[in-house]
């Protein structure tokens, strides 16, 4: 049975700092391209970033470039997000994702959309305070 599952989330200032993780069971984890996404209360799910199963990072969206990181360790079967300078308009659950096929999952994440997403998991909230 596959298992994906977040931690990591919680309340933060503004400016501030999180690590989540995403720890993955039940596949052969460095089969898998990964991804995070994130869906603000009253908005759309947004693709977030997507790395490679090697850990090359294919995609950040602009509003993120430059204070999070993606990151795996295949070793330990678990993906990453390091959030730096948070704003709150990051305030959002974040979600985590596998793909097996990697062309399918980068346009899932660059259209926000779910097809090429084989497995999700439940998400971990984070809430940015001004």
């Known amino acids: 049975q596959v298992q994906v599952v977040e931690s990591g989330g919680g309340l933060v200032q503004a400016g501030g700092s999180l690590r989540l993780s995403c720890a993955a069971s039940?596949?052969?984890?460095?089969?898998?391209?990964m991804a995070w996404f994130r869906q603000a209360p009253g908005k759309e799910r947004e693709g977030v970033s997507c790395?490679?199963?090697?850990?090359?990072?294919?995609y950040a969206v602009d509003s993120v470039k430059g204070r999070f990181t993606i990151s795996r360790d295949n070793r330990k079967n678990t993906l990453y997000l390091q959030m730096n300078s948070l704003k709150p308009e990051d305030t959002a659950m974040y979600y985590c994702?596998?793909?097996?096929?990697?062309?399918?999952?980068?346009?899932?994440?660059?259209?926000?959309?779910?097809?090429?997403?084989?497995?999700w998991g439940r998400g971990t909230q984070v809430t940015v305070s001004s």
């Open positions: 994702a596998a793909g097996a096929d990697v062309n399918a999952l980068y346009r899932a994440v660059v259209t926000s959309t779910s097809t090429g997403v084989n497995y």
């Open positions: 039940g596949l052969t984890f460095d089969a898998y391209t």
């Open positions: 790395i490679s199963r090697n850990g090359v990072t294919l």
